[in-house]
């Protein structure tokens, strides 16, 4: 498989994805960066790691709806906070293969 390009992360969005194609491929380049300094990229771009890439700009893309990464909720009864964001779970899987080891 080859880096996801715009039209397999418009499919991977899904048909009701309302971020035009400057904002996805805005994201799309910075987690291919923030990638690229977290992993060993081999010369054949394997399958986990591109959809690892995509969980990474679906993630990007969705918080951007949440500038303070904080989303409140608040019922008859109470009211909470919810801290978003940080690291998939599913990217850290599929990226744990690749990931550089720092030492020092």
Known sequence: MAIPDLAALRYYLGENASWTDD????ALLGEMAAQARNCRIPDIYPDDLAEALKRRVAHNLALRALPLGVQATISDYAASTTRVGGEDAEV???????RKLIVG
């Open 23 to 26: 904002e996805i491929s805005q």
């Open 92 to 98: 850290r899987r599929l990226e744990r293969p690749y």
